[in-house]
């Protein structure tokens, strides 16, 4: 009899015995009691949403349309974030020294969609709070691209069940 680590061919491949003790029972089930079911994320969070105008009551659509590295667009060390509010662009700018920081402080990086998400949280309290005036163009801190990938991993508790940034065509 083989190994208990021994690989087994099966289907023209190989392939490691499935582990039957008790131990990888337990870890199983932990896994699972710690993944939230895919059913259960929302769809949409801070790509595509509506909020409503503090000084005016007027209701904005503000759908994500492009992540942008502005090194080569405006040769800014910065990664743009594009916006449409009502149809008109918004841009919420990141530094790229947040990406840096992000790794350094939790060991996990920012995604394209991690990014999205976080500029579209940014962009929600930025206009429910009163600050939006109108700008075409918002600047993050380091500390609040930090501030706001946290609050997004709070709501999603993994990166895996952030939702997937839509094809938006002609762009």
């Not at 491949?13 to 059913?39: E, G, K």
Request: hydrophobic share 40%; proline share 6%; glycine share 6%.
């Amino acid at each position: 009899m083989p190994g208990k680590n021994a690989c087994r061919i099966l289907d023209n491949r190989w392939r490691r015995p499935p582990r039957t003790d008790a131990l990888s029972r337990r870890m199983a089930n932990r896994l699972t009691a710690r993944t939230p079911r895919r059913t259960g994320i929302v769809s949409s969070m801070y790509e595509d949403f509506h909020v409503a105008d503090p000084w005016t009551g007027e209701d904005l659509h503000c759908r994500w349309t492009a992540n942008i590295v502005a090194i080569a667009t405006r040769h800014a060390d910065a990664v743009d974030i594009r916006f449409e509010v009502n149809g008109k662009p918004v841009w919420i700018v990141l530094p790229s020294s947040a990406w840096v920081e992000q790794k350094r402080r939790t060991g996990h990086v920012i995604t394209d969609r991690l990014a999205a998400q976080l500029a579209g949280r940014y962009l929600k309290e930025a206009v429910t709070s009163g600050y939006d005036n109108g700008r075409e163009m918002y600047t993050m801190s380091v500390e609040e691209v930090l501030a706001h990938a946290e609050g997004v991993m709070r709501e999603v508790r993994h990166s895996a069940f952030l939702p997937e940034l839509p094809v938006v065509p002609g762009r």
